[in-house]
């Protein structure tokens, strides 16, 4: 099955991504939480651009909710630029709660699905 390429499509796929669901994703996430910590930690990492990625994910997934905004599948009123922090901040959540033990990727998933149906409905 492919990744919509519609506004919700396209974030929800990179929602997704957040969640480890299986041992190959589990390792990448359990490695990325290992540097992320590092980067704050150790004076050797001190500088380096460790959340330009994350900037650039932010502003990709703001630009999708005010397309979906301008298409009338999103809500007008909203702050796409909050929307995309909040979202992230859910996402990345919910993965650690998978890499903890807290909640099965399912049931992360099926959290993920809930909070994105209030932002961009189908």
């Known amino acids: 099955m492919g990744v919509s ?44 651009a460790f959340l330009a990625a994350p900037d650039e994910m932010e502003a ?27 979202l992230l901040a859910v996402s990345a959540g919910l993965g650690l709660s998978v890499l903890l033990g807290q909640r099965t990727a399912d049931e992360a998933t099926a959290v993920l699905h809930y909070h994105l149906g209030r932002v961009l409905p189908r």
């Open 60 to 86: 990709f997934l703001a630009a999708q909710l005010t397309a979906a905004q301008r298409t009338g599948t999103a809500d007008p009123r909203l702050d796409a630029r909050q929307e995309a922090v909040v």
């Open 5 to 48: 390429t519609d506004p919700r499509g396209i974030v929800e796929a990179v929602l997704l991504e957040a969640v480890p669901t299986d041992e190959e994703s589990r390792a990448f996430h359990l490695i990325y939480t290992e540097y992320a910590v590092l980067s704050v930690t150790d004076p050797a990492l001190t500088g380096q």
